[in-house]
């Protein structure tokens, strides 16, 4: 254990990094607590920032959660400590989901501590990237990052990705009829030029990208049904990059390593030059999450698919202040 608990300073500085994960339309369902007399954070479950209709089983929570926790880790890392942690530490308080205990003896987690460059460099983008492969050795890199978080990562080709497609654009046909996923993106966002951004939250509409003219990325339209003036379209890839995050089972455990594995993936990707967004529709429907995968290889429960490829970096979204979420105890 640290011979010391952190200062207030370095408590806040440590949950500003964990909380520019990303997270299922910027809800950050998420909340920490510093324990001093143990030195050790709480990563607790915000469940009043839940999408009943998008995600009824709160798994895309646990995701953004995950994500938030990793983050914390390499920040850890980063200040030379090592991050003991432990998933579901108490099965009786639901809302706890890791804790995590600032140690000496950091020197072997170089490799997560090397990731925190790309902490708040990372930002979802929303706009069209180029028609450039990915090189093998990166994407080696970015399946061996998951890997290490307990997760597989894999890059559909030929058949297995027009299958992918074909079940975005079934999704996608649904959600435009569906009054529940209309209501989700409605709490979340914003079309107008004030965004739920004043609030440090949500999706504001300078984040929502261009509109899809062409091409066959697999893109949702945050602006929903409603009508928002002055927005650009522009044509996407014809032949998008999507990498799926897999788990053996589809657990609350499992959920959280593939959160830490997204985040993983995410931020040496941001370090290797490339962008990245997230796709999520067919993941919101049961009866299309499990055909995501590849039968062929055997990988269990889709958990997130990304799309990944050289674009333009896209804009900080907002978050909330660190005060809000973050609770210091003796």
Known sequence: MSRQALSDDRVTALVHDAAAAPSMHNAQPWRFRYLRH????????????????ADPDTRALHLGCAAALLNLRVAVAHEGLRPETVLLPDLADRALLARVRPTDGGEGERDLGALHPAIHRRHTSRHPFE????PDAVREALVAAARAEGATLTFPTGWHLRQVLELFRE???????????????????????????SAGEGVPRWAYGPRMRGGRAPMRD????????????????????LALVSTVHDRREDWLRAGQAMERVLLLATLHGLSASFATQPLEWTDLRWPLRDPATGTGPTQVVLRLGYGPRGPATPRRDVSRVLDIRP
Do not use: C, K, Y
């Open 222 to 241: 945050f602006a929903g049904s409603r009508p928002t003036a002055g927005r650009e379209a522009a044509d996407f890839e014809q032949s998008p990059q």
């Open 131 to 134: 028609e450039r492969e990915i």
């Open 38 to 53: 143990s030195r050790t954070f709480e990563l607790r479950a915000d469940f009043e920032r839940t999408m009943p209709h």
């Open 171 to 197: 999704a996608e046909a649904r959600n435009r009829t569906d009054r529940g996923s209309d209501q989700d993106l409605i709490r979340w966002t914003r079309g107008d030029a004030v965004s739920v951004g």
